[in-house]
């Protein structure tokens, strides 16, 4: 993680706040402490994004807004991009507007072209490994020996060289591989219509809030969705059935324990879950999580066998060295909820959501698999 | 072995080489997997080396538990038909460290999951009571014995276990009161959801977490259904020198035997009734989150298809009482970091240190001058 990014990534949730200087014995650092937190206390300034909702999504639109959100919390998606929005990036890197170092001579890269760089190292490696596997299995047929063991040592070190590969510096492969920074490319037909003037073009992404995010938002942070009050926007989320049992408002309770907690909770479908918890957030490291939301009861009529889906999910989970974690959510009985939600209705404010979600009540169990052969010890 | 290996495959085939192997002390490298035939005689030559190497394993002198000659009395189970029950008088041997009740008649009791594993082990032969002559043979066994619907699967399960290393007892409440403990939530300093959260003014990120948590933990007990589906079957120990039968210490895992076929997925109040009952080991790891992982009470299902099980392990959970995962150090580190770059003379401490270091300076001339 290089120290750009850290810094770019120091707000967990869309708030700002007052950095404080260490405090030691020294009187004099409390003094400092107390100059640095008035000086702060006015340059202070909180900035709420706006989300919008048009065709069923949730919208953040604009370079600048969209890095905001996604900078604090790593909330919502790119949508021509894997999950940061780097499309405009991509894009001007690729029309040559825009060069591969800046000038400090710091490499400048999203994600998305890091990927494609390590990929292309990986395709050579396998090209190479291919080849000294015929080899081998030449020499297996004739039965020689001698040679086979010369290839089989060849491919050892191939694939310890690999290994030290993986760990060089992008910046030190791209000096002796790619000779791309900031080559004017060919333009196609379409790329022109991009073009604002000489050096501008269009942003074409936006950042889509699942309604779990924008709900988020919304409550405890004030963003407005349109010109919805809080209950409007509820309503919206809730698909109009304001039920008990509503899918969403499962979703939301666990979204925000979670979230809460301090954890960055992204969607789990990738995995078959609900959703996946992160530590700190995706650049930093893998899922530890993957959260499937459960009723507290069951429809006695459901169709599915539980312990055949649990299990293939519990499969795909452990496949990729996450937790699989079940959240029970239990709810109120229908009368508390219609109070509830009345008292909500009348007063649209984020103090009456809370009484609302407040009813409810989580409970969480990790599921894993067992072997008697490998819990002996 | 860590619990978060188990997704490694557990099925592999024998490698009969190790076992020859053993006896020069020399642990063979296995090679890598092929995908297709080879043409030649490559691959055939390989599978007859390790076919020869099976063979050579098989024909060492085999040590079993074969009944001494002479003593068949202490190793014949007598089954009394209108009771149910298992004895063997003057009883002797191994098994009995973790299997068995002696009474004071040197008459010891077995379960009939303990009786018909060791008949079909073969360590012991089993009569009726009260024809000393006639041997039940295996068949006869399961049929007499097992006699309840759900008896197979548990037997199953049992000798499973039992043929892994286990010590396996039939479970017994234990009657520990278990404490419940609650968890105080901190009363929110500020009442956030009135008034924006921005209107606020916070130094540390922790803070506004703690605010924005909901009061939905731990507030009311869940009842355990009285009558779940669900109920312990088998206390399991990990093997162990020195296990004390008549006073076991707590199990390592307690296993819950289910027939998928009548059973579907236990509910939450299952879970709860289950876990409400488990009383296991707990080993708590300096690591948080790995507590986080394991859960503070545990309880195995095994899940029963047609003969086939599959166990799975449920852990109750709580983040709540983890407390937060984010950690303001993580800002601090890199901010004071980034502080020294970008103001390196706005700082008392650094006016202090320009001056030190001057005065250093000055000295090391004068003493270069001196000599």
């Known amino acids: ?377 | 072995m860590l619990e978060s290996d188990c997704d490694a495959s557990d099925d592999e085939i024998q490698d009969w080489n190790v076992v020859l192997s053993l006896a020069d002390q020399k642990v063979p490298k296995r090679g890598e997997k092929d995908y297709e035939p080879l043409e030649g005689d490559y691959d055939s030559r390989n599978l007859l080396e390790a076919q020869g190497a099976m063979f050579q394993a098989l024909e060492a002198k085999k040590r079993g538990f074969a009944c001494n000659i002479g003593q068949e009395l202490r190793y014949t189970i007598r089954f009394n038909k209108r009771n149910q029950s298992f004895h063997i008088l003057n009883a002797q041997g191994k098994f009995l460290d973790s299997m068995g009740k002696t009474d004071g008649n040197h008459k010891t009791w077995f379960t009939k999951f303990e009786a018909l594993y060791l008949i079909e082990r073969g360590t012991c032969r089993i009569t009726y009571d009260e024809d000393n002559n006639y041997t039940l043979s295996l068949e006869e066994c399961y049929t007499v014995i097992l006699t309840d619907d759900e008896d197979i699967d548990k037997y199953n399960v049992y000798s499973h276990l039992k043929r892994n290393g286990y010590i396996v007892l039939e479970y017994a409440s234990l009657s520990i009161e278990k404490e419940t403990r609650y968890v105080n939530i901190d009363k929110n300093i500020h009442s956030v959801y009135d008034k924006p959260l921005f209107k606020y003014t916070f130094t540390n990120y922790s803070t506004i977490f703690c605010n924005l948590q909901l009061d939905i933990y731990n507030r009311h007990k869940v009842s355990p259904a009285p009558t779940s589906p669900f109920e312990i079957c088998f206390s399991v120990w990990k093997p162990q020198v020195n296990f004390q039968k008549k006073s076991p210490p707590l199990p390592d895992f307690q296993i819950s035997v289910i027939n998928i076929e009548n059973y579907n997925f236990p509910t939450l109040d299952d879970i709860s009734h289950l876990l409400g009952q488990a009383n296991t080991i707990l080993k708590p790891s300096r690591n948080p989150v790995s507590n986080l992982k394991f859960g503070k009470e545990n309880i195995i299902i095994a899940t029963v298809d047609h003969g086939l099980f599959n166990f799975i392990k449920l852990s109750r959970t709580n983040f709540h009482s983890h407390g937060l995962i984010w950690e303001d150090g993580w800002l601090k580190r890199k901010q004071r970091r980034a502080k020294n770059i970008q103001l390196p003379n706005s700082d008392w401490k650094s006016w202090v240190s320009t001056i030190r270091n001057s005065l250093r300076m000055l000295t090391l001339r004068c003493g270069s001058v001196e000599p």
């Open chain 1, 1 to 377: 993680m290089s120290k750009k990014q850290s810094k770019q990534y120091d707000r967990p949730l869309p708030i700002n706040i007052i950095n404080l200087p260490v405090v030691t014995h020294n009187p004099i650092s409390w003094i400092w402490c107390l100059g640095s937190y008035v000086k702060q206390w006015f340059q202070l300034k909180q900035s709420v994004v706006d989300i919008q909702y048009c065709d069923g999504i949730f919208k953040v639109s604009g370079s600048h807004y969209m890095n905001e959100v996604w900078n604090s919390g790593f909330i919502g998606k790119g949508i021509l991009s894997r999950s940061e929005p780097t499309w405009l990036h991509r894009t001007r890197r690729r029309l040559g507007l825009d060069p591969l170092f800046d000038e400090s001579g710091r490499l400048l890269l999203t994600n998305e072209e890091t990927v494609q760089i390590r990929r292309e190292e990986r395709k050579k490696f396998k090209l190479k490994r291919e080849e000294l596997e015929a080899q081998e299995n030449y020499f297996k047929t004739t039965g020689d020996m001698t040679s086979l063991q010369k290839v089989t040592k060849l491919k050892r070190i191939l694939i310890e060289d690999n290994k030290q590969l993986q760990r060089k510096p992008l910046r030190e492969l791209i000096m002796e591989n790619y000779s791309v920074a900031g080559d004017k490319k060919e333009q196609t037909r379409a790329d022109s219509a991009l073009f604002i003037d000489e050096t501008h073009i269009k942003d074409l992404e936006y950042l889509q809030l699942m309604p779990v995010e924008a709900l988020f938002l919304s409550f405890c942070f004030g963003s407005k969705v349109n010109d919805f009050d809080l209950f409007q926007l509820f309503q919206l989320c809730m698909n109009r059935s304001l039920e008990v049992d509503n899918s969403f408002i499962l979703l939301y309770m666990v979204y925000h324990h979670y979230k809460s907690h301090g954890w960055c909770v992204k969607s789990g479908t990738k995995f078959g879950s609900d959703f996946l918890l992160y530590r700190r957030g995706p650049p930093f490291q893998h899922a530890e999580f993957a959260v499937l939301v459960q009723p507290d009861y069951k429809p006695s009529d459901s169709p599915s066998n539980e312990w055949i889906d649990i299990s293939a999910i519990s499969r795909v989970v452990g496949g990729v060295n996450k937790t699989l974690l079940l959240t029970y959510v239990t709810q109120p009985t229908k009368d508390a909820f219609q109070q509830a939600l009345t008292m909500f209705s009348e007063s649209p404010t984020p103090h009456s959501l809370r009484n609302l979600l407040e009813l409810y009540h989580i409970d969480e169990f990790i599921y894993r698999r067992w072997l008697p052969s490998r819990n002996r010890a």
